[in-house]
């Protein structure tokens, strides 16, 4: 009997839960997608977790670091996760220590981050004093933003000073091992960001060691570049703007699948995480075509087979597209060995 490809079993497992209103595990590959968050970029949820859960994505009862220079895309993918756990029917905790959010541009991610879930903690010790009294209902996956880790402080560096900044190290290391059982014990994901300085040996995140131990997923963000749109203006004049940035994602660190997949992310201005734009691009690079694919038909023009896709309804045919592919692909570099003598 010939061997059946990752795409193959995949397929047959969709069809299964499609027919069935129970989850049905087939050799590992969890289907159910209620038990994960999305990106808001299926590139990046494949990144995460392709080898366990179809479509990939951020499950619950971890600790999830994301981190980068400024203007990346950190807090964007933060507003994309609370988007995606209230979609589901979770709750959102949105801690603010930099004190910057804009709830209502967090609504362009699907985030509706209301008053009584949102906090501005000066330190360590406040942040994680939320936990205590945090009493998330209903189903779905609760999670805990803080945007970000870098502008805590602690209450040694407001009344005395603490310029090397240990302290805040030790409170993490203190207050993660009271929590990370918390956290896990319950489903909810606790996803901070956190920026990159410059140290002594290279770049570092601020805030010791404790966060980059403790969790569970850790994504890199860099931008490589802004996006540009040129309209005609009166007369005729050409205008430039910037719409937005490209940025790459690239998993550092991960106890859920395998790590160090690196993928493009499309972050559009008043639009949030642009997945089509980013899918289409993908197929594009990966398959080598010399035109757009949008499912069922080819465009010169990137726009063009982005409009066509919205216009006919089919986002979820080029995620599953995207999600095939991405398996082949995977599957390339599958190991071809029996299993380890112990």
């Given amino acids: 009997m010939p061997r059946r490809s990752l795409a ?5 497992a969709v069809q299964s839960v499609r027919k069935s209103p129970e989850m049905k595990p087939l050799n590992n590959l969890i289907v159910d997608w209620k038990t994960v968050l999305s990106t808001g970029s299926t590139l990046l949820d494949l990144a995460i977790s392709s080898g366990k859960v179809y479509g990939g994505g ?14 990346s895309g950190k807090t964007a993918l933060l507003s994309e996760l609370c988007g995606s756990a209230q979609a589901g029917g979770g709750q959102t905790n949105f801690q603010d220590p930099e004190a910057r959010l804009d709830t209502d541009h967090a609504e362009v991610y699907g985030a509706t981050i209301k008053a009584e879930n949102y906090y501005q903690p000066a330190t360590v010790t406040e942040m994680f004093d939320h936990f205590k009294n945090w009493e998330p209902k209903g189903k779905g996956i609760h999670i805990m933003a803080t945007d970000s880790l870098a502008a805590l402080s602690t209450d040694l560096e407001l009344e005395k000073g603490d310029k090397m900044g240990m302290r805040r190290a030790k409170e ?3 207050e993660l091992r009271k929590y990370a059982r918390l956290i896990n014990k319950n489903g909810w994901l606790f996803a901070c960001s956190n920026q990159i300085r410059q140290g002594d040996y290279g770049d570092v995140t601020p805030g010791g060691k404790a966060i980059e131990f403790y969790a569970s997923l850790r994504i890199s963000v860099n931008q490589k570049e802004k996006l540009y749109k040129e309209k005609t203006f009166k ?9 937005g940035v490209m940025s ?3 998993v550092t660190k991960s106890s859920i699948d395998k790590p160090y997949r690196e993928v493009p992310i499309y972050i559009k201005f008043d639009y949030g995480v642009d997945d089509i734009h980013g899918n289409i691009q993908w197929l594009k690079d990966t398959l080598g075509l010399t035109k757009y694919k949008a499912v069922d038909k080819d465009f010169q023009r990137l726009d063009d087979a982005i409009n066509y896709i919205e216009s006919n309804n089919l986002e979820g045919q080029l995620r599953d597209e995207v999600i095939q592919i991405w398996q082949e692909v995977e599957e390339l570099f599958q190991l071809q060995r029996k299993k380890k003598l112990r």
């Fill in 248 to 250: 790459t994602c690239k």
């Fill in 235 to 243: 007369g005729g004049k050409k205008v430039k703007r910037a719409v």
């Fill in 8 to 12: 193959e079993k995949t397929e047959e």
């Fill in 58 to 71: 951020v499950p619950g009862g971890i600790l999830i670091e994301i981190y980068g220079k400024s203007g």
């Fill in 172 to 174: 993490f290391s203190q």
